[in-house]
């Protein structure tokens, strides 16, 4: 009930770190100025002291005034988060559907989710050296100076730029360009990469270019490193910030351009908690901003393309790469007429191999699967190394010995008897990237063989000593996997081998198709970047199939058409619209239960012409168990929900999430729904 009149107070509206979905209201004490929306406060919750987001002011509420307690305390004397950005990341977390407060407790560097104090511990600036002399902006030919100059034209506009280049084409230095102009008109710039092993190199190549503060967002700092670059950004002190997903959540004192290099990557979608995907809240970030956003890769996403087709996104094509390199040449390896050696390498491929080995040049070997090998098995008894924990089997790792499930991380030692039988006749299948590094360095022991996967590269400067050593132009092999695939440029490989390009090819994931083009496309383009011309050998089993031919000789923008006919004919995204509610629990049958329910209540809310989905069209496909129904001990099974109307698949989202909390049954399973999916395994 309102308060009455005598009794009203100052009643803060918090967004809480809890999983319900809406926010509290607290009376703030006489004592305490009124705070802002965006400022942190310390509020009583439970038996417990939580650090709340204020989103609103009031001096009424719609709660009893008995039961409304006072703020502990106010943390900050300025909001951190600007009108504009909190009313964005609300925004957020209602369109994904998540926790308010969570949400906003996510978006927050970890040393501020407490009573953290929103100073800049100072360091070493990273002003460069007065004597220091930045790299000079290379030539441009004519279509990266005609990007440049339309991300530039109008600054203080809202615009949506598709850099759409081949591997090679100079996108890096389009960034760079319009990044200085950027900077040179006071203002600050974002830009995300994918992956943190690439923020290292493009942190490298900005530092020698640009003489101002550089910020780093990323997992791998340590909380008070991060916090000092969320502050530097949010103070302008810093005027470029790069980081991977999260940082885009960094508040700009002076915004200017957002950049999102390879915008096509998966792990621009946070995958679990807060299903956000960086990409699409960039670009409504940058509107609400009135700044230019650009998208670059050159394997574009489906909806990226899609947009661009319709003029939503402005397509700035670099057909060509730049300088004198040229693309590389393919040739697909029939593996059922030539079968490969149980290291996975054929003889075809080994003997190009020693052929660009031999005039100086490097190689790179993809294979995008860890270990030394996906199976060993008892060719007594037929007993296969499985995770008791996953419907998977476990992979044998050399360095050091043991099984490894990839899934829910569970090892075990490596058996010396089968535990089926207790026979000795245990043997491995297939191929991962420590049998491959062993192979090779086999075939060719004068030439370094660098792995370079999760593995190889746990440790801070792994990465960047295997990166180092390539870089001398001295003959190498690299192998590894996707980590291979992405913005590195490798100017005297010439040669790349994929052992299997068939993973994709029929995959449970309707994304799979997409996901392979653009990861061989990428993991292709390390090859002749430079001035010697490039050779791509692919091994498949498949080398008639049609997508791969399509790939292969017109190249990735004609299979990216065809694949977007088969999603348009199939009503899939980006032609209607997705969301996945997922259910996980120990108990076999919970989630299919719990699913059911979910189903039946969406299907009462067509039922109802007053209801919130009564009349509205919306697609449901389950419930049906996961790709993998079991992981790390909990059985899996998921509702897929599809609509033509974006507006209309979130109406019934809300008052489902409203319904599920109520639902008996939802304290015996997980329950996450995961809009826009990217990952559908």
């Known amino acids: 009930m309102s308060a009455s009149p005598e009794s009203q107070h100052r009643i803060l509206r918090v967004a809480v770190p809890s999983p319900l979905r809406r926010l509290f209201d ?29 989103v609103d002011v009031s001096v009424s509420s719609d709660v009893s005034s008995d039961k409304i307690k006072d703020v502990l305390d106010v943390l900050d004397e300025e909001a951190l988060l600007p009108p504009h950005l909190l009313s964005l990341w609300l925004w957020a977390a209602q369109y994904y559907q998540h926790p308010i407060g969570e949400a906003l407790h996510t978006i927050l560097p970890a040393g501020l989710r407490n009573k953290g104090v929103a100073t800049i511990k100072r360091r070493k600036s990273d002003l460069r050296d007065g004597q220091d002399q930045p790299d000079q902006p290379l030539s441009l030919n004519t279509m990266q100076q005609q990007a440049v100059n339309a991300i530039v ?37 974002l830009v995300l990469v994918p992956e943190i092993s690439l923020t290292p190199q493009t942190v490298s190549r900005f530092r020698q270019r640009f003489k101002v503060p550089i910020a780093i967002m990323h997992s791998g700092l340590t909380p008070r490193q991060r916090l000092n670059a969320w502050l530097e950004s949010a103070q302008g002190s810093a005027r470029i910030t790069i980081g991977t997903r999260s940082a885009i959540f960094t508040p700009l004192a002076d915004p200017g351009l957002i950049v999102i290099d390879e915008e ?80 996975g390498l054929t003889q075809e491929l080994l003997s190009c191999l020693q052929d660009h080995l031999r005039r100086g040049n490097q190689a790179l070997i993809f294979i995008n699967r860890r270990g030394f090998a996906p199976v060993l098995q008892c060719q007594d008894c037929g007993w296969t190394a499985e995770c008791r924990d996953c419907d998977a089997r ?40 420590e049998r491959c590094e062993v192979a090779l360095q086999q075939h060719f022991p004068d030439i370094p063989v660098l792995r370079v996967d999760r593995d190889a590269t746990r440790r801070k400067d792994d990465l960047d000593k295997l990166l180092a050593k390539v870089a001398t132009g001295e003959p190498c092999i690299l192998v590894g996997t996707q980590m291979l695939a992405k913005g590195h440029h490798f100017p005297n490989v010439t040669l790349v081998g994929i052992l299997d390009a068939d993973s994709g090819l029929f995959s449970a994931d309707f994304r799979g198709p997409e996901f392979m083009a653009q990861l061989l496309t990428q ?75 979910a189903r039946q209540m969406i299907e009462q809310m067509h039922q109802s012409p007053s209801g919130a989905a009564g009349r509205l069209k919306i697609q449901l496909n389950g419930p049906l168990p996961a790709p993998m129904e079991r992981k790390a001990n909990r059985f899996r099974q998921q509702l897929t929900l599809r ?39």
Not at 38 to 51: A, D, K, M, N, Q
Not at 540 to 560: D, K
Not at 575 to 585: G, H
Request: net charge positive.
């Open 153 to 189: 034209a109008e600054p203080q506009r809202f615009n949506c730029f598709l850099l759409d280049g081949v591997t090679g084409s100079g996108k890096t230095e389009v960034y760079l360009q319009a990044i200085q102009q950027t900077l040179d008109r006071g203002r600050q710039v």
């Open 523 to 597: 993991v292709s383009g390390r090859a002749g970047r430079a001035e010697q011309p490039g050779q791509v050998m692919i091994q498949t089993r498949h080398s008639s199939h049609q997508h791969l031919r399509t790939l292969v000789t017109e190249g990735y923008h004609a299979l990216a058409g065809a694949l977007l006919e088969e999603r348009q004919l199939s009503d899939m995204p980006p032609f209607s619209y997705m969301a996945v509610l997922r259910a996980e629990a120990i108990n076999a049958s919970a989630p299919a239960r719990f699913l059911n329910d």
């Open 643 to 681: 609509s033509h109307s974006r507006q209309h698949l979130q109406s019934v989202l809300t008052h489902l999430c409203n319904e599920l909390e109520q639902h008996p049954g939802q304290r015996r399973v997980r329950w996450s729904i995961d809009v826009d999916p990217q990952d559908m395994i």
């Open 264 to 343: 096509h990557d998966n792990s621009l979608k946070q995958q679990d908690g807060f299903r956000y995907s960086a990409r699409d809240l960039g670009v409504m970030r940058a509107r609400r901003e009135s700044i230019p956003i650009v998208l670059g890769s050159a394997t574009p996403s489906l909806e990226s393309l899609l947009n661009a087709r319709s003029g939503r996104y402005r397509h700035l094509r670099l057909t060509e790469r730049a300088g004198s390199a040229t693309m590389p040449h393919y040739m697909l390896i029939d593996t059922q007429r030539q079968p490969p050696a149980p290291d």
């Open 26 to 54: 607290y009376r703030l004490p006489d004592s305490f100025e009124t705070p802002q929306p965006g400022t942190r406060i310390r509020v009583p919750f439970g038996s417990r002291e939580l650090t709340g987001i204020v």
């Open 394 to 433: 476990l992979t044998l790792h050399r360095h050091p010995p043991h099984l490894r499930c990839h899934h829910c991380d569970r090892r075990e030692p490596v058996h010396s008897h089968c535990p089926g039988c207790q026979g000795k006749a245990l043997t491995t299948t297939g191929v991962g990237t």
